[in-house]
């Protein structure tokens, strides 16, 4: 867009000029011609201002006649229909949409040449996509200095959720120098700040993804969660079985409870296993009073799926099905 199209469509913006002028003007642009200011406001305004010629003199085109009407009371011929206009706009109803969203937007033409400069080969519509976000410029200028392949969808993204420089190339410090637009936003959206990394790296968990770091965000895993586990005899979790701990809430008041009761050391599945089917200390201590001390995980498991528990035995020993008090035979 030329400095003069500019101009015209400020014009337009700030309502010294119509959208009739408009048009007026930009087809005096494109033909190379230029229109007179006077014959400018004959045009739209139908009066000749001051030197102009009168309507019907030399120099002053006559606006056409209507038709002459059908002689009164005679049926006029029924008219042909209408073909359909095509639904065309040109080029400079497109322009002239352009400049209503700068306004509308509050978008002046200095940061719009901003904004396009830090954008580099970048069209009007582009501008405004990332523009009306109140992108910074310079903001802009890094992204596409730090990532030269994000596209205006991506900085748009970035814009919209505040990634800035200054948060990727913390990142990158930290070894995240491969994030794609999508794994920045996504950090951003869930919380994912720096002193959270710093703390998961401080806690051992050193390569971690960016769906590792979101994942461990949402469901709260923290240093101190991890810490906690350590303390228990849990050596070095994975992080999704660190997630999928905090999900099942595997705590270390879970843990120590059922080891009390007899359970050693197992490892995160198990735990898993016994947290998801709600096996707590009271099940595990009930089984083993009726002298059912053969419970391993997969045991326990199986009698919670199917509702086996301590009366289910004792119905069974009354009935004389079952005898509790017979001790398994030694293994050779």
């Known amino acids: 867009m030329n400095e003069e199209r500019l101009q015209i469509l400020e014009m337009l ?14 087809e005096a642009l494109e033909k190379g011609a230029a229109v007179e200011p006077e014959a400018l406001k004959v045009a739209h305004h139908g009066k000749p201002g001051p030197g102009m010629p009168p309507p019907g003199a030399p ?8 038709p002459t009407p059908v002689g009164l009371g005679l049926p006029r011929p029924p008219r042909p229909p209408r073909p359909p206009r095509p639904s065309f706009r040109g080029r400079r109803a497109d322009i002239i949409d352009q400049a209503l969203q700068l306004r509308a937007h509050g978008l002046d033409a200095a940061y719009v040449n901003e904004l396009r400069a830090a954008l580099g080969d970048a069209s009007l ?3 405004l996509a990332v523009g009306i976000h109140r992108a910074s410029p310079e903001t802009v200028r890094q992204l ?13 993204q970035c814009a919209i959720h505040g990634v800035d420089a200054d948060f990727t190339r913390a990142l990158s410090d930290m070894g995240y120098s491969d994030l794609s637009a999508d ?14 990394v710093a703390k998961l790296r401080e ?5 971690l993804t960016a769906e590792d770091l979101v994942a461990l965000t949402i469901h709260g895993v923290d240093s101190d969660f991890i810490a906690n586990l350590r303390q228990l005899g ?4 994975a992080a999704h079985e660190l997630t999928a701990m905090s ?3 595997v705590s270390p008041a879970y843990v120590a409870e059922l080891r009390a009761v007899g359970l050693g050391e197992l490892s995160a599945d198990e735990w898993l296993a016994l947290r998801i089917h709600d096996i707590d200390a009271d099940f595990v201590q009930r089984m083993r009073q009726l002298g059912l001390e053969e419970l391993n995980v997969d045991r326990l498991v199986a009698l919670k799926i199917h509702n086996v528990d301590a009366d289910f035995f004792n119905e069974l020993a009354a009935m004389g099905l079952i005898d509790l008090a017979e001790k398994a035979p030694a293994e050779a």
Do not use: C, S, W
Not at 13 to 26: F, N, P, R, S
């Open 125 to 127: 519509e582009e501008v």
């Open 183 to 196: 794994d920045l936003v996504a950090l951003r959206i869930h919380g994912v700040n720096l002193a959270t």
């Open 234 to 237: 849990f050596g070095d979790l």
């Open 59 to 66: 120099g002053h085109a006559l606006p056409p006649m209507p």
């Open 203 to 207: 806690a051992g968990l050193a390569d």
């Open 13 to 26: 913006a700030t309502g010294k000029i119509d959208v009739a002028e408009t048009q007026m003007l930009l």
């Open 247 to 249: 999900i099942h809430d």
């Open 144 to 156: 596409r200095e730090l990532y030269p392949d994000f596209t205006i969808d991506d900085l748009v």
